[in-house]
């Protein structure tokens, strides 16, 4: 059983950078994948970024193209977190964004995934 805990999330202008933390307890198994989504109002939840780790390393999947020459993934396993770091925000950035952890390879489906967190706010705006 895993609990994930976003933190991070808040007001940013335009242009601006912001990063995210998921944090994660409980066991993981062995491969298995943290991916952050993101939802605006209105809109469906869409996958950004996804890291998968096994006991011999770990990769990186980028699902959105409008995203991945700004955002990046990364871990941090001595503190069990996964951060998006998040640079050039745009209005269209404005969502909540969700991390979810998978006790198996990335995916793009948040369906496929077993453990989600409770969402954290991000919002771009002058």
């Known amino acids: 059983q895993l609990q994930l805990v976003e933190s991070g999330g808040g007001l940013v202008q335009p242009g601006g950078s912001l990063r995210l933390s998921c944090t994660v307890s409980?066991?993981?198994?062995?491969?298995?994948?943290i991916g952050w989504f993101r939802q605006a109002p209105g809109k469906a939840r869409v996958p950004l970024l996804c890291?998968?780790?096994?006991?011999?390393?770990?990769?990186?999947?980028i699902y959105s193209g409008a995203v991945k020459d700004r955002f990046t993934i990364s871990r941090d396993s001595a503190k069990n977190t996964v951060y998006l770091q998040m640079s050039s925000l745009e209005s269209d950035d404005t969502a909540v964004y969700y991390c979810?952890?998978?006790?198996?390879?990335?995916?793009?489906?948040?369906?496929?995934?077993?453990?989600g967190g409770q969402g954290t706010q991000v919002t771009v705006s002058s």
């Open positions: 890291i998968s780790s096994v006991s011999s390393g770990e990769g990186v999947s």
């Open positions: 979810a952890a998978r006790n198996n390879y990335c995916s793009n489906y948040w369906s496929r995934y077993d453990y």
């Open positions: 409980g066991v993981a198994s062995d491969p298995y994948g």
